[in-house]
């Protein structure tokens, strides 16, 4: 009898489990939302196709990194080092370009140095059982140095042609950075939910103990994802390069490790490894990327730029719902 | 009497009048221009070791404060002579009046320290290259127009480049500054930037550019947006492949204002000189804001190495 | 040795920092059997268990299986001559799903090296189904409650076709209904030739489901036979070096005043009006199943947990708690349940644990005072016979039980009038259980007001003059201690029956 | 009858006891100590009265700063900001100096300041339970601006005389700012071995949930952490800008935090909290301190002294004994 009176309620409960969840998962694309719709009402340059195109194209390389340092951080990690490797093998992306006149030669050479620093991450923390914040800020402080030594501390240009056509061309209207980044960003969604070996990195940054004590190679799968984080600041950088055919050992990549962390705080994954999603990632870049764009189309004052942006970072992050 | 002073202590071994040793005090390489400048000083100073068997010693610093250490660690080393390129002229004062304090000669390069303790001073025009800019952008738009300012990062040399660019517009009513972003000295960043003031701006006549490889991405952005109303792009410090640019017709980067990093060869040189016991020539060496166009290229393409 | 043997450990000596916790100890295990592993808190038996799952090395001593000596290098290795091991310490991995715990380590892949995520579902499904645990295999293990994981934890050994199992106390976290269940499959499993090496101290359980047992006490073997009904007194008597008696504890004294009366207390989703009164030396019991909400109720009135409606008096005085050290302040402590998770802090030394929530008492001026610690103590250690090696390691370095022990004797010094303890004898020898339940008597006897939860209604029974049964969330019934019997409690417990 | 035997073997087992002990508490001062020696080989002037000095007087603003961190991340936390805080600190006490005149109320200033930013980043760790991380990287980023903003991006002086004798005056054969230093060491020393304090820091990096439980007001422990590691950022302000008599509001500060944090970790605290010492931070100070004075003496490249320093900081680390 009390049936008929008890539906209503049951549906609203139903619903409200639904939205509290979509709320926990996805609450970093309601920040997203809301910024854009803020930005939109704000500037009205925003909407337009080119603008949106530009925060695309402004956002690959950080996003690409970001997608390799969200994988690391599920595991439990941190990678400092990937603002000073992208120079690095910035650097000796272009020396091998030159003196080979092979683009082929430059990315392979490329992915090498990025995988082999990833490497060396990698087994610092797995096997020397360095702290990932301590190892990788040795790297940072050792590739940037190594970038610096190779190139004199200056920047070095690209002498073969062709090889800016890699991230100068379009596929459609789309520049290729945007699909680079596209595609990776597919490649590493499906490597972390459809593969056993996604499920072992979120394993082993949930209970490493449990992880291991299950038979999960932890050491190697460490190794691993810093190897694959270091093969996509690879990537990034070759996207670099090739954008202004040119790479500085001093200046590129100052500071992208924190732009990359933060996107992928403010994306939902947990700083202590477990959690996360790609998606959240991709949001978290995009927000920063929005951002800095509002910045300069409103021609907010270089001065305050910072405080804004610690502030939006501190309220996304808030926003997200916690346990 | 200098020598006899720093040759107290027990080092008598081995030791030759000819030993001598200029300290040099410089930033760390954190951008391009940077760079090119620690990478002149130590060419010279190496040089400068081979032909007259003058060591040296550099150290770089990140901050005012490890610098003022650094300047500490070379004055307990009986350095000779000291070259100091200032991260900030208020903070590395004091450690200026130590040296001269512990009787050194002190080279002061780009940036002054604000008492007299340095020997001699080589700087760069910070304030000149806004000004002459600005001069440049005024003449080329006949005093009306559009302009876009892309900056350094926040700091000194970015606040005087500005002041002098603002100094020299301010008088003409026509020119009007409308977006003022920050490029971080890096090309990267500054292709960024400019895409998104681009967005913002439907018309713009020029572009102030602080550095000659922010002007290099500034002028990407253009291209790629394929703007037609920007006419004239311009860098400072001097790059050769500014020069390139300026020299190309079509290219949109017309003029830039001399900078050049090698000052730090003119330091160390003076350093040399001074640690052998000779005294200055001059007390400042002043290295112009030198405009460059394609008029005048070719006479400092010689001279431009980064 | 006999050919038939699965196992034998032979002569295993085994030292941490040159303290000696296994003393030429040997054990002997056939085919399909269960063998019963029983000694003391730190007797060694986890270690003993850990040198066969690989996970220390023995100083010596050799391992033979099936008649062949080996080398267990690491833990994979161990797996690989088909031994699972479910740890004394929970494992699972919380922020992955059900079924991707189950699976960890061992995923099903289709030809693309893709997770086949629904078959692994299914065979989930089918072994929990057997254990008669009703989980979702996506569920989040976060959101499960302790004696599920426990479930998954065990449900994963089954999966793995093994020879031998290693179960360290697996049902430290399972209500009775479930442990009867567990065994059910253990003898299941036994009859297909698996072997089980079984640590537990619930005498009980042995006694219902170990064909043998072998007896450590101080990293030594004291006796291995076969299991018969009667050795139970012996088996006691080897383990403690005394024996036990199994009377009930309580005496009936005068209660004082009402120290805590609870009205209506009710917070949505997990418990619903709930009303009792506890008076001075007086002990109320609260059992049920797992997911009762018992260990909600106490962690909300102990300020854990903030949101609840309802009325909470402390000695006739209304009380609002929001924080832990609020309940502390108004005369209210409370031992929680699962200690690697809430109770000890695994980086303090023992003392430090000891003195962590009294702090006042060892201050002086400010400064802490740390001889005043030590002897402190000391006295507990001696109260409770707490076997340490050195008072300033830190706590992880103890077996499970001395851990409880230190975290009873943190309890004690905090000397509240009202004590709630969450499962306090988990993991504890049967000596020492009945030292703690002693010391609990005691404390009502000194006029303060104890409250205990447990899933183990035959053991409280011992101690409780007044016990209530909970079912999901509401209290069912209420018994006085002396007159309750098992049956009639387990059938509230279960829900089948309501209102008392 | 075997006494006579055993007792060597016995005294042996003991000594080998303590010696793993003093190894495992305190690697990072037998690394210390290799370092000390190799570098008063390599250089002569290494040990010269004066150059330890300076190296003394080099390290006092990171120790302080260090002595902060230690206990920030013996809590579990971490704390970006300290070298914006630090700008912020001095810019705002040189403004407050000049305005009032009084040396006095610029100290007040740079503590309140100092106390109010860590305040900020205790609160959303604490209340607002943003990761640390990110919640010091905005704190990061805002600091930074608002310093730049009231200083126009570039760096003041001070205008009264006496505010610079606080870091250019000596004890004795002393500078002050090593005695400053000093006596924070003692006093965080004390305040964490000695006081229940210190034990509640401790234990809330070991288990938090354990230490609520055990009716530890952890928001009200973590905040005070917080707020007193930023009045110790402001007592390093003070040293800073009373030595150079003037604080740059861009450059001032820039990458403390990371020097801090390998001090901390070097010193052999556990990035994730509840373990480490005080000493060992000192040591870890002292031991960033001496490469960077080597690397001064013994001329090597700018170019290469990163790669120097991201070497020596990880072998430190890998030298610390592993459990
Ligand atoms: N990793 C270790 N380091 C030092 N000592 C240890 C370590 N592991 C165990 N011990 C010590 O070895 C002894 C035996 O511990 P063990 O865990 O085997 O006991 P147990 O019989 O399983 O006890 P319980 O029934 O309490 O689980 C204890 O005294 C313990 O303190
Ligand atoms: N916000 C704070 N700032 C500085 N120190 C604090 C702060 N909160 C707590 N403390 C210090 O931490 C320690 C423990 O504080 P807590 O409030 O838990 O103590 P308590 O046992 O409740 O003391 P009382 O009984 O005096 O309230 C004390 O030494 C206190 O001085
Ligand atoms: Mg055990
Ligand atoms: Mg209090």
């Known amino acids: 009898m009390a049936e008929p009176e008890l539906e209503p309620a049951k549906k609203a409960k139903k619903w409200n489990r639904r939205l509290s969840w979509i709320w926990t998962e996805y609450s970093v694309i309601i920040a997203f939302l809301i910024l854009f719709v803020a930005s939109s009402i704000l500037s009205p340059r925003f909407l337009e196709f080119s603008n949106l195109m530009n925060i695309l194209m402004q956002v690959s390389i950080i996003g690409v990194i970001a997608l390799g340092m969200t994988m690391i951080m599920l595991s439990g990690g941190i990678d400092l080092s990937v603002g000073s490797v992208l120079a690095l093998v910035g650097v000796l992306t272009v020396i091998a370009l030159n003196a080979s006149g092979s683009i082929f030669i430059a990315i392979i050479t490329a992915l090498a140095v990025g995988a082999f620093t990833g490497f060396l991450n990698g087994f610092m923390v797995a096997k020397l059982k360095i702290a990932a914040f301590i190892a990788t800020l040795g790297m940072m402080a050792a590739a940037r140095s190594i970038a610096l030594y190779t190139s004199d501390g200056g920047s070095i240009s690209g002498e073969v042609d062709g090889f800016s056509a890699i991230s100068n061309s379009s596929i459609g209207a789309i520049q290729s950075p945007i699909f680079i980044f596209g595609l990776m960003a597919v490649l590493v969604f499906i490597l972390l939910q459809q593969t056993r070996f996604g499920r072992y990195v979120y394993a082993i940054g949930s209970n490493e103990k449990g992880a291991l004590l299950s038979g999960i190679r932890v050491d190697r799968i460490k190794i691993a994802v810093y190897t694959l984080a270091g093969m996509l600041v690879s990537v990034a950088a070759i996207i670099e390069t090739s954008r202004l055919n040119s790479i500085s050992s001093s200046s590129s990549g100052q500071l992208y490790e924190l732009d990359a962390i933060a996107a992928v705080i403010i994306g939902g994954t947990r700083m202590t490894g477990g959690r996360g999603k790609v998606i959240g990632t991709l949001f978290g870049v995009l927000i920063l990327g929005i951002l800095n764009n509002m910045m300069n189309l409103m021609n907010v004052s270089p001065y305050l730029q910072g405080f804004v942006t610690g502030l939006v970072i501190i309220i996304a992050v808030v926003f997200q719902k916690k346990e | 009497g200098d020598e006899e002073a720093t040759g107290e202590g027990e080092d008598g071994e081995g030791t030759e009048d000819s030993d001598l040793t200029i300290g040099i005090s410089l930033p760390s390489a954190t951008h391009g221009w940077m760079g090119a400048l620690i990478d002149h000083a130590e060419t010279e100073a190496n040089e400068i070791s081979e032909n007259k068997g003058i060591d040296y010693v550099m150290t770089n610093a990140e901050d005012p404060n490890e610098q003022a250490n650094d300047v500490d660690d070379l004055i307990s080393q009986d350095v000779d002579a000291l070259v100091l390129l200032p991260i900030e002229s208020a903070a590395l004062t004091p450690a200026g009046q130590n040296v001269a304090d512990a009787d050194i000669p002190l080279v002061v390069v780009d940036r002054e320290l604000e008492n007299d303790a340095a020997d001699v001073v080589v700087t760069g025009d910070n304030e000149g290259i806004g000004y002459n800019a600005g001069q440049y952008l005024i003449d080329q738009l006949d005093g009306e127009g559009d302009v876009v300012e892309i900056t350094g990062p926040p700091n000194s040399v970015t606040e005087q480049r500005s002041a002098g660019f603002e100094e020299a517009i301010e008088d003409e009513g026509g020119i009007e500054v409308v977006a003022s972003q920050d490029g971080d000295f890096s090309t990267e960043t500054s292709l960024d930037v400019m895409q998104n003031v681009l967005q913002a701006q439907d018309n713009i006549d020029a572009v102030y550019t602080q550095d000659d490889g922010m002007a290099f991405g500034v002028l990407q952005a253009i291209e790629e947006a394929g703007r037609e109303d920007v006419q004239y792009i311009t860098g400072a410090g001097g790059e050769t492949e500014t020069y390139e640019h300026i020299e190309d017709e079509d290219s949109l980067i017309t003029a830039t204002f001399l900078y050049p990093p090698f000052m730090s060869e003119e330091g160390i040189r003076l350093a040399a000189d001074l640690a052998q016991g000779e005294d200055p020539e001059e007390e400042e060496v002043l290295l112009e804001a030198t405009e460059v166009t394609d008029e005048n290229a070719d006479e400092h393409y010689e001279d431009a190495s980064f | ?500």
Chains 1, 4 share one sequence.
């Open chain 3, 1 to 500: 040795m006999t050919m038939s043997s699965l196992l034998s450990m032979e002569h295993i000596n085994k030292s941490f920092n040159h303290v000696p916790v296994l003393k030429n100890a040997s054990i002997n295990v056939e085919h399909g059997e269960i063998h019963a592993l029983l000694g003391e808190n730190g007797a060694g038996k986890s270690t003993l268990m850990n040198i066969l799952g690989g996970l220390h090395h023995p100083d010596e001593g050799d391992i033979v299986l099936d008649g062949q000596t080996v080398e267990m290098t690491n833990h994979r290795t161990s797996q690989s001559y088909g031994i699972s091991f479910i740890h004394q310490e929970l494992n699972v991995v919380s922020d992955l799903r059900v079924y991707e715990n189950m699976f960890l380590g061992a995923e099903l892949k289709n030809q693309f090296g893709f997770v086949k995520v629904e078959e692994m579902c299914k065979r989930t499904n089918e072994i929990l189904t057997q254990l008669g645990v009703n989980i979702y295999p996506k569920a989040y293990v976060r959101h499960l409650d302790t004696s599920y994981k426990q479930m998954i934890e065990i449900a994963r050994a089954l999966l793995h076709k093994s020879r031998l199992i290693i179960m360290d106390e697996p049902t430290t976290a399972l209500a009775e209904h479930e442990v009867h269940r567990l065994f059910a499959l253990m003898k299941n499993l036994k009859q297909t030739g698996v072997s089980i090496i079984y640590i537990s101290h619930k005498l009980k359980e042995i006694e219902a489901v170990c064909d043998t047992y072998t007896v450590l006490r101080d990293g030594k073997i004291v006796g291995s036979n076969r299991m018969k009904h009667d050795h139970l007194d012996e088996i006691t008597k080897m383990m403690v070096g005394k024996s036990v008696s199994d009377e009930r504890l309580t005496e009936s004294h005068p209660f004082g005043q009402t120290a805590l009366e609870v009205k209506n207390l009710t917070r949505e989703g997990f418990f619903k009006d709930i009303n009792f009164t506890v008076r001075q030396g007086e002990i109320v019991g609260f059992t049920g199943l797992a997911g009762d909400g018992r260990t909600e109720l106490f962690e909300s009135l102990y300020g854990f947990r903030k949101k609840y409606n309802g009325q909470i008096k402390i000695f006739d005085r209304v009380v609002t708690i929001n924080h832990p050290k609020q309940a502390l302040k108004a005369g209210m402590g409370l031992v929680p349940k699962d200690r690697k998770e809430n109770a000890i802090i695994k980086d303090l030394n023992v003392i430090q644990n000891m003195s962590l929530s009294s702090m006042a008492h060892f201050e002086k001026a400010g400064f802490i005072r740390g001889k005043a610690e030590r002897e402190r103590f000391n006295f507990y250690q001696r109260k409770l016979n707490i076997k340490v090696p050195n008072p300033r390691t830190t706590i992880d370095k103890l077996s499970g039980g001395n851990q409880q022990k230190v975290v009873i004797a943190k309890w004690l010094e905090v000397n509240a009038d009202i004590i709630i303890f969450d499962n306090p004898t988990q993991g504890i020898d049967v000596g020492a259980r009945r030292e703690i339940y002693q010391h609990i008597v005691s404390l009502a006897a000194q006029g303060k007001a104890v409250i205990i939860l447990s899933s183990e209604a035959p053991e409280i029974r011992k101690v409780c003059h007044t016990i209530h049964v909970m079912y999901q969330g509401e209290v069912t019934a209420q018994f006085d201690g002396e007159e309750a019997t098992d049956d009639e409690i387990m059938s509230y417990a279960t829900g089948s029956k309501r209102g008392r």
